[in-house]
């Protein structure tokens, strides 16, 4: 008996352990640095992701967006940027900027995936960066092709 009880109790702290390492792993790949982002007298408190393992995570898994609040994408270079929605959760407007923050490319109301499918963007112009709001946000600060944003 005193052996099974130790075994259990062993089990259970492997299985703490394992969890916390766990946690810590994706902690270090999470996003850390946030930008504030301004169009006209609009602002978005933004996560920003730099890394490829932030930039293929994006916001995959994450069920609410606060309102003003977002995700930039920033990359290296200008070039083709395609967005996919999969384990997306939320609709999205999608905005692809130029080096110079140029708007060049909207999608508004990007669907959250389902089991089968799920939608895949790309723009006709390149970008150097690209912001992800809440589905509705560019209509309701009134963001169109040829604006800039600031940040």
Do not use: C, H
């Not at 070039?79 to 959760?89: G, V």
Request: proline letters at 4%; zero cysteines; hydrophobic letters at 40%.
């Amino acid at each position: 008996m005193r052996n099974f009880s130790k075994t259990i109790y062993l089990s259970i702290i492997f299985v703490l352990i394992f969890i916390g390492l766990s946690r810590a792993q994706i902690s270090d790949s999470g996003i850390k640095e946030k930008k504030s982002i301004y169009f006209r007298d609009n602002s978005f408190f933004v996560e920003v992701a730099e890394t490829k393992l932030q930039q293929e995570r994006g916001l995959m898994f994450v069920k609410s967006l606060p309102f003003n609040s977002g995700m930039l994408f920033v990359y290296q270079d200008e070039a083709p940027r395609a967005f996919y929605m999969k384990n997306t959760y939320i609709p999205l407007d999608i905005i692809w900027m130029d080096k110079g923050r140029k708007v060049v490319f909207i999608k508004k109301n990007a669907q959250p995936s389902n089991l089968n499918a799920y939608e895949t963007i790309l723009p006709p112009d390149e970008a150097m960066y690209v912001l992800e709001l809440n589905s509705g946000s560019a209509d309701k600060i009134g963001l169109s092709i040829g604006d800039t944003l600031r940040f």
